[in-house]
């Protein structure tokens, strides 16, 4: 069955820097992965979606690439802020019923 | 501002006892999801509805029931509460049936099953 993996060890990384969140999938390429924002005792919150074909997404200081050789999904956080430090989840459709398909999320903690 | 409630934040209940947990979206979505998210797994869908009278099962649907009266409210359903149904609940609402639609989140329910 399709499975998707994200690091589960939290990421520390300093203010300034560049925050790089991995999501790495198994079995065929989705058509559409999508990234979403959770803070604690919050509901998740949509970021980016990057399709199947499309080799790189950008907003603001957020890029996503998408890589089906490697079934690999990158999420960078460039200029990182303490206010980025929150879990990210990615999530792509899979399987026959056609139904999204989530990671467990990697929490990132920016320090000042 | 357009947004999706749920209610309560935080209950308590024991085992046996059927439970509501309230779901309320202003978008005008006609595509509701119900999810549960536990440590060690992923968001895991428990039903959806695709517009009123409609509703379908997801992959932990055991348990839960859904049902659709009007476009706002996606009210879930837990008939005789059990332990195993500890968990946080969100609800979602999308624009489109494409499942590769961003989802729109409420806060979530902090359900506990003593």
């Known amino acids: 069955s399709q499975k998707i993996e994200q690091n589960s060890e939290a990421l520390n990384i300093q203010e300034g820097k560049t925050a790089t969140l991995t999501c790495n999938y198994t079995?065929?390429?989705?058509?559409?992965l999508q990234w979403y924002r959770q803070d604690p005792g919050r509901g998740p919150v949509f970021l980016l979606l990057?399709?199947?074909n499309e080799k790189e997404k950008r907003k603001e200081r957020l890029k996503v690439t998408f890589d089906t050789t490697l079934k690999q999904s990158l999420f960078h956080i460039t200029a990182s802020q303490p206010a980025d430090s929150a879990t990210y989840l990615c999530?792509?459709?899979?399987?026959?019923?056609?139904?999204?398909?989530w990671g467990l999320g990697t929490s990132l903690a920016v320090n000042p | 501002d357009a947004e999706i409630t749920q209610s309560p934040r935080h209950k308590i209940t024991e085992t046996g006892r059927q439970v509501t947990l309230a779901c309320h979206q202003t978008w005008n979505h006609n595509n509701m999801f119900w999810y549960r998210q536990d440590l060690g797994h992923g968001l895991r869908l428990i039903h959806y509805?695709?517009?009123?009278?409609?509703?379908n099962k997801g992959e932990v649907s055991d348990g839960y029931s859904v049902s659709r009266s009007n476009t706002e409210d996606l009210p879930l359903t837990l008939e005789s509460a059990a332990s195993s149904q500890t968990s946080v609940y969100f609800c979602?609402?999308?624009?489109?049936?494409?499942?590769?639609?961003?989802?729109?989140f409420g806060s979530g329910t902090q359900l506990s099953v003593l």
């Open positions: 990057i399709r199947e």
């Open positions: 979602a609402s999308s624009e489109s049936r494409q499942w590769s639609e961003k989802l729109f």
């Open positions: 079995n065929y390429s989705p058509a559409y």
């Open positions: 509805s695709y517009g009123v009278q409609d509703t």
């Open positions: 999530a792509f459709i899979g399987g026959n019923n056609r139904k999204l398909i």
